[in-house]
DNA sequence: AATACGGGGGA
DNA sequence: TCCCCAGTATT
């Protein structure tokens, strides 16, 4: 059988049961696609069905605050995924009256929408033939195929969207689709894949000359960058603090932090006050974790401490701390909300 | 052509 | 530690 009937046919046995599967309704399908990228299906689905719930059609995700679709995207990381799609959402509902494109080329100019996501609810909703291309299908194709083009090189971009297209089945585009990817996913994994029940084992290139392993190539992420975090937790006598919006570039866009004041390198408590004193009378400032809390992007590694400052008076306007958890705000400082436990501090 | 952008999980 | 994940936007 062809490669990609035979990928069909390994496909409607072994297919997981996925709530966006169960349907053909474009803002479902865009919906689970922006959750998805980057994203593992384990840790998305949560998201998804909250989503839904909260936002059954885009008229509800339009006219909600962006402040509201951040705090329920909280956790999941990218988060100009989310203010994508908020915006989408509004475009849609109000220039297409709801209606979604309904063909690659359109969907593509949607914010957020990418070529893998365009391709995605193209052949899923409409059946146009128009051939995903994610990790899923790179690694699939580059064992099958041995191609040892760098996957994350424009050369390999190229190559294997070549192939993409090749391979897709034109009559079932959306089956197909979802097939490569879902055997990628749980057959074809990045280690450990299950050769000796693989439908495509008489013609898979890499595994014929044992380079399951190596393949596929994929040129090295560059060293993360360390940063030193101070995040001064202010606790004034009417039980308030100071929480802030991160504006401008870089990571955790529009979402929420206590006042952050980043040094060169960590910083001990004299160093700390004499920093903070040159801007601020006497405070009662105690250090929360004596050792950096070491929080890991892909890109940054985030030494962090957290500064208790009791105070009088609040250096600017005040929050209740019983309202922070209504804020959005990086996984980093929602861990340390739950630890620190502010109800038992006050 | 590179880099920025999160966080969780597997080996 | 390092790699990967239903990638996209910006530089």
């Not at 994508?84 to 979604?100: M, Q």
Request: hydrophobic share 40%; net charge negative; with cysteine.
């Amino acid at each position: 059988m062809q490669f990609n009937k035979s990928l069909i046919a390994w496909y409607s046995v072994n297919k997981r049961e996925l709530p966006w599967r169960n349907t053909k309704e474009p803002y479902y399908i865009w919906l689970s696609e922006i959750i998805l990228q980057q994203t593992q299906v384990k840790q998305g689905l949560p998201y998804y069905e909250a989503f839904v719930h909260q936002y059954p059609t885009v008229f509800e995700l339009a006219n909600a605050k962006e402040e509201a679709v951040l705090k329920l995207w909280q956790g999941l990381g990218y988060y100009s995924r989310a203010r994508n799609l908020h915006a989408t959402a509004k475009y849609v509902a109000v220039e297409l009256d709801g209606i979604f494109p309904d063909n690659y080329t359109d969907l593509l100019k949607l914010k957020g929408v990418g070529d893998y996501t365009a391709s995605a609810i193209a052949s899923f909703c409409f059946n146009e033939v128009a051939a995903v291309l994610d990790g899923n299908v790179y690694r699939v194709l580059s064992r099958y195929y041995g191609i040892h083009t760098p996957i994350n090189s424009t050369e390999g971009k190229k190559v294997f969207k070549a192939l993409a297209n090749d391979a897709i089945d034109i009559e079932n585009p959306a089956e197909y689709n979802q097939a490569i990817m879902e055997f990628g996913a749980i057959q074809c994994k990045p280690s450990g894949p299950d050769c000796l029940i693989c439908p495509l084992i008489e013609s898979c290139a890499a595994y014929r000359k044992n380079e399951i392993s190596i393949l596929p190539v994929k040129i090295k992420n560059k060293k993360p960058k360390n940063k030193y975090f101070n995040f001064l937790v202010y606790i004034s006598d009417s039980d308030k603090t100071v929480i802030e919006k991160r504006v401008g570039k870089g990571i955790w866009q529009n979402l929420y932090q206590f006042p952050l004041m980043e040094t060169e390198k960590s910083i001990d408590e004299t160093e700390f006050l004499k920093r903070l004193n040159s801007v601020e009378s006497f405070q009662d400032v105690t250090l929360f974790n004596s050792v950096d809390i070491v929080h890991k992007l892909s890109h940054q590694h985030l030494h962090t401490k957290f500064w208790i400052i009791k105070t009088q008076e609040l250096p600017e306007k005040g929050t209740d701390i019983s309202q922070i958890e209504d804020y959005a705000v990086p996984v980093l400082i929602k861990n340390f909300i739950e630890e620190f436990n502010f109800e038992y501090e006050i």
